[in-house]
């Protein structure tokens, strides 16, 4: 603790926690948007390579619980059903993880958040968008955007939440399938920033302080989860999705 708290004040340390909290109540209620939250939160009065260890470890364990929630067999399922989309963006997840500090992601957050913006609010609005059989070489496409921007950004939630979408996937699989996707994709990210020296004996002690108030806030959100019905899901998922984009679309606008 007081290793943290030479890098962080006590008031941050609490509003860090606070945003953890939201950002896992969001996460239990449609599967995604935790590193969204954290990373828009954080970054806010932290440094950017901190708020982004931070919200490491939440990611990865409410991740892996999300995956296993109905079971290892599921789960695996899940895992031979999105193997090529898994695979591509683990390719493209570990790749540019190591340009982080490199390149600048503001052109990559624009091109990423201005169409999911659209989509999600085109689908709100009345228009259903949906897949039906696609081809292993849509399935690659997205898996790469979704690792590449998850790599540099610690979010790739949007991109394989509009996919799921269009699949019109069953919102109890549609959450499996996002904790088996997000969860291997948290670990190579960890792996990932090991490596590029962001996750680091300095950092790592807040990204341990987030794991609680993120897991308690996920298992509140999973209560409403339970409670809701698949229409009333997939437009909450949608509105998510859209405040996601239109976030994304502010941070490459900021960063520019």
Request: net charge positive.
């Amino acid at each position: 603790m007081e290793s943290l708290l030479t890098h962080i004040s006590p008031l941050e340390l609490m509003l860090a926690c606070a945003i953890a909290f939201l950002a896992g109540s969001v996460k239990g209620m449609v599967g995604f948007a935790l590193p969204m939250i954290l990373i828009s939160g954080l970054s806010t009065f932290l440094p950017p390579d901190l708020a982004l260890a931070g919200l490491i470890l939440p990611t990865l364990a409410t991740n892996l619980m999300q995956a296993l929630r109905q079971g290892a067999a599921a789960a695996w399922e899940s895992i031979a059903k999105f193997r090529v989309f898994l695979l591509v963006g683990l390719v493209f997840l570990l790749a540019s993880a190591q340009l982080v500090r490199v390149l600048s992601p503001s052109a990559l957050l624009l091109m990423l958040g201005l169409p999911v913006t659209f989509f999600a609010l085109v689908q709100l609005f009345g228009l259903r968008l949906e897949i039906k059989n696609p081809s292993a070489r849509i399935e690659a496409l997205i898996g790469a955007v979704a690792g590449f921007v998850g790599g540099m950004s610690g979010v790739w939630g949007p991109p394989t939440v509009l996919y799921l979408t269009t699949l019109n996937t069953p919102k109890s699989e549609h959450l499996r399938v996002q904790g088996v996707i997000y969860g291997l994709g948290a670990v190579a990210l960890a792996v990932a920033h090991i490596g590029s020296g962001v996750l680091s004996e300095e950092s790592a002690p807040l990204s341990f302080a987030l794991l609680l108030p993120a897991i308690g806030g996920m298992w509140l959100g999973g209560r409403f989860h339970d409670r809701i019905d698949q229409q009333t899901f997939r437009r909450a998922t949608l509105i998510v999705l859209t405040v996601a984009g239109l976030n994304l679309v502010r941070r490459g606008l900021l960063m520019m």
